[in-house]
Structures are given as structure tokens and as C-alpha cells.
């Protein structure tokens, strides 16, 4: 048994995948991502907690998968951005892991301001930092934890630890790499004046790699951090939603992939980089083009408060279902905030999904500079409900897909395994034997 192992290095989860050649999920580990908040503002998680709840998802992935350690071929992952960690020379934890959701920092600092110029967002493919990134807390340990960033001998991003740590290589993937503001997209390499002007050396930081790219294989260490063997195949892997959109079948069957679920989000691939209000960009794994990545983190959250708060005893799938009984165009009068009785709750919770399409419409027009795409692929958890798919495809008057595996970031990262590993020639080969087309909602494509 040959299988391809795919770790999802999620804000809310660590999920864990085992995939067969043909990209059939036979094993899947997921666990909740606890972060503790020492003070207001802030999000840490302990190092030797990072890899006790890997360890605890890798487990159950085998079991479920009735597999053994052994019958990994390869490995890869995909990640959150601008989460990171301060190593020593001895390259043991100086600090928790930093998740980007920590605020400490806020607001940024002015001496940042030049993110905003012209020639920043040329360079790395977006405008403007913000207090979640990593940039800006480092800047605050300079000024408040002095001696800890004097002893820091590396400062790696959760994604670039992982690799570190299971390889021993000191590398990350290009993908994550260029949401930090240091990435310059058109020389593929840390960039000389925002290292200067963020204030951090290159020798700190993993060398960033292109998506996919092999690195190694795992040293004996793993076993211990991760209960992965020694010798396994190991590639760097991609930003979750640029891994999630691979194994949506973004460029197999799909123009652009959405993600619904608690934040909205949309990707297309793109031949060069543009200065776009609110879009974010990032090198694909072919060395030629770019992924095009936009947010809205107004997603499912409302959903899931409505239901927490006016219908604790139904299931969201069941408020969904009587949201598709109501006629489109009929939910105006609807009041989300206070429609609490049976009947009425079907026309608001239609409201809020129709605004969540509207407002995922507005993402895809977005990236794609206002053009309507001819097939949309769907992750993220609202991709699992065919309800709210259909629902959302209508809105959007554009068809929208599923590929055969649930988990689309754990499957991204197994498609860079199984090119590390041999299994397939390419990536791209890989991902058109991996990622199948499940099921389609809304118009037929071209309509």
C-alpha cells in the first residue's frame, strides 16, 4: 500500500489525510487547534502542543485508514500565513508559535507606511500590512523582547518550522512566503528593501521555495515529533486556500475556486501580478504563473450565530434545507436578527446565504477583474451542503463543481507529495490523476 500523506496546517484545525494514488481519501485525522491567550490581544500555541495534536491527527488518520506508517510514499502540506516562531541556535523554541490572529501589536506602526506605495504592491502583490502580520509583531519583539529577538537565530513561519524540523532543511514554500510583505513575485526572492525597511535579515529566514517543490526527505526526528518515518519524501507545500483550490480542481476542470465557509475567499490563476484593491498574490507551482487571492471575512460566522442563537436546537444543514424551500427574491422582509419562529426562519437564513453569494459574486469579480468565470470550483465547509451550493451557483449565474475528497487542502498538499514522491512525473500530472469532478450546480458551463 502506497499512500500520499497531506497535512493541513489550519487556523481553526490540523487535519491530517491519507490518500490513495488516485486521490481516494482512505484516512483522516482532525483536530481543534486550542490557542491560548496569556493577555488581551494575544494567540500563542506551545510548540510541543503544535506537535502533540499532529501527532494525535496522524494517529487517527491511520486508524481510520487501516494503514501503517510504513506505507507512506511521500508528504507535503498545506498552511495559514504569517503565524510564526523564534528558534535558537540550537534551533529549540525561544517562543510559542505566533498565530496570525494574535493582535498584539496593533496598531501597526507608522514606520511601516511605505507598504503603501506603488512600488510594494508591484513587488509583492499587495498594499498594505496590518497588525496580523507577522512584519508588524516582529517589529513589536524588537522594542519589547529585546533579548529574546537578539537570541533568535531563525524566525520560521509555522509552515517553513514544520519542514525544518521534519527535514532538517531550513526552507519553505514561496506560496505562504508571500503574504509576509518580503517576497518579491517577479525576482522569486526575499526582497533587499522590505527586509531593510521591516528590519529583519534574510540569514533568519527559510529560503523560499516555489509550491511542490522536493526538499529532502525526513530524518529520524520525525519519527519522534510526528510518528513518521525516516527517508519519506518530503516537499514544501502552499498557502491553504492556494493548496484547497489545487485540490478543488482549480486549473483541472475549474477557472476559479471559492471558499465558503467562516471567511469568504477566491482564487484564480493569473499570468502576471496587478495592483488590485483587496487581492493578494503568490507564485504557482509551474514557475510562470501566479495565484490571485481575495477575502471577505463576513462568511459563515452570521449563519452560525443565527443558529446559536435563534434555532440551539436544529442543525445548520437542516436550517439550509428549509432555506432552499423558499422562492428566490422572496426573502426581503426576512429580519435574520429576529426571526426566531419556525416559519420564518427559512426566509432568513435564505437572506443570509443570498448575501454571503452576493458577497462571494463580488470576491470572483474581483480576482477576475469582472469577468464571470465559466466554472467555478467550491471548497471549504458550505461545499459539503449541495443545497447551498445550488443556492450559490444561482446567484452567481456561473456553474459551480466539487472534486470526489472533502478535504481539498489535505488533497492540494497530497498532490505535491505524489510528485515528490514519484507516484505521478509532475504536479500537474498528479493533480489531474488525483483531483475528479464530483458533482455540478447551477448552469451549464457558457450559459
Known amino acids: 500500500m502506497r499512500l500520499l500523506l497531506g497535512v493541513d496546517l489550519g487556523t481553526s484545525y490540523f487535519k491530517v489525510g491519507l490518500f490513495e494514488e488516485n486521490g481516494t481519501l482512505r484516512g483522516l485525522g482532525r483536530v481543534a487547534v486550542e490557542a491560548s491567550a496569556p493577555a488581551p490581544g494575544r494567540s500563542e500555541l506551545g510548540a510541543e502542543t503544535f506537535w502533540a495534536l499532529l501527532r494525535r491527527a496522524f494517529s487517527e488518520a491511520l486508524t481510520r485508514a487501516g494503514a501503517e506508517p510504513r506505507d507512506i510514499a511521500g508528504m507535503s502540506y498545506s498552511s495559514q500565513a504569517n503565524t510564526f516562531i523564534l528558534l535558537d541556535r540550537g534551533d529549540l523554541p525561544l517562543s510559542p ?46 522594542i519589547h523582547e529585546r533579548e529574546q529577538w537578539a537570541r533568535a537565530q531563525c524566525v520560521l513561519t509555522i509552515s517553513d518550522y514544520f519542514t525544518h524540523a521534519l527535514t532538517g532543511e531550513r526552507v519553505g514554500d514561496a506560496s505562504t512566503a508571500a503574504l509576509l510583505g518580503l517576497y518579491h513575485l517577479h525576482d522569486r526572492r526575499w526582497w533587499d528593501e522590505a527586509l531593510t525597511g521591516f528590519g529583519i535579515e534574510a540569514g533568519r529566514l527559510a529560503r523560499p521555495l516555489p509550491p511542490g517543490t522536493p526538499c529532502g526527505r525526513t530524518r529520524s526526528e520525525a519519527a519522534r515529533l510526528l510518528g513518521v518515518p525516516a527517508g519519506i519524501p518530503f516537499a514544501v507545500g502552499a498557502l491553504d486556500h492556494h493548496a484547497a483550490a489545487i485540490g478543488a480542481g482549480l486549473d483541472v476542470f475549474a477557472d476559479v475556486s471559492i471558499s465558503i465557509g467562516t471567511v469568504l475567499a477566491a482564487t484564480c490563476l493569473v499570468d502576471r501580478v496587478e495592483h488590485l484593491a ?32 435563534f434555532a440551539p436546537g436544529r442543525t445548520i444543514d437542516q436550517l439550509i434545507a428549509e432555506a432552499a424551500t423558499v422562492p428566490a427574491g422572496s426573502t426581503a422582509a426576512a429580519a435574520p436578527d429576529s426571526a426566531t419562529a419556525a416559519g420564518q426562519q427559512g426566509a432568513a437564513v435564505r437572506s443570509l446565504l443570498e448575501r454571503m453569494a452576493f458577497a462571494q459574486r463580488e470576491l ?84
Not at 98 to 109: F, G, S, Y
Not at 366 to 378: D, E, K, N, V
Not at 433 to 441: W, Y
Open 364 to 447: 470572483v469579480s474581483r480576482i477576475s477583474r469582472g469577468q464571470l468565470p465559466r466554472t467555478i470550483a467550491a471548497t471549504g465547509g458550505g461545499a459539503r451542503n449541495a443545497a447551498w451550493l445550488a443556492l450559490t451557483a444561482d446567484v452567481m449565474g456561473t456553474p459551480i463543481v466539487t472534486s470526489t475528497s472533502p478535504e481539498r487542502a489535505c488533497l492540494g498538499a497530497a498532490v505535491f507529495a505524489a510528485a515528490a514522491a514519484g507516484v505521478h512525473p509532475t504536479i500537474d500530472a498528479a493533480a489531474r490523476a488525483m483531483v475528479r469532478l464530483h458533482q455540478r450546480f447551477g448552469p451549464p458551463p457558457g450559459r
Open 278 to 309: 483587496g487581492c493578494f498574490h503568490g507564485p504557482h507551482f509551474d514557475g510562470r504563473r501566479f495565484y490571485r487571492l481575495a477575502f471577505n471575512p463576513n462568511g459563515a460566522g452570521a449563519l452560525e450565530e443565527y443558529q446559536r442563537r
Open 97 to 142: 508559535l505566533i498565530l496570525w490572529t494574535d493582535t498584539r501589536a496593533a496598531p501597526a506602526p507608522e514606520h511601516l507606511a511605505f507598504s503603501n506605495s506603488a512600488a510594494f504592491s508591484r513587488a509583492v502583490g499587495f498594499n498594505t500590512v496590518a497588525a496580523e502580520s507577522a512584519v508588524t509583531k516582529w517589529h513589536w519583539w524588537r
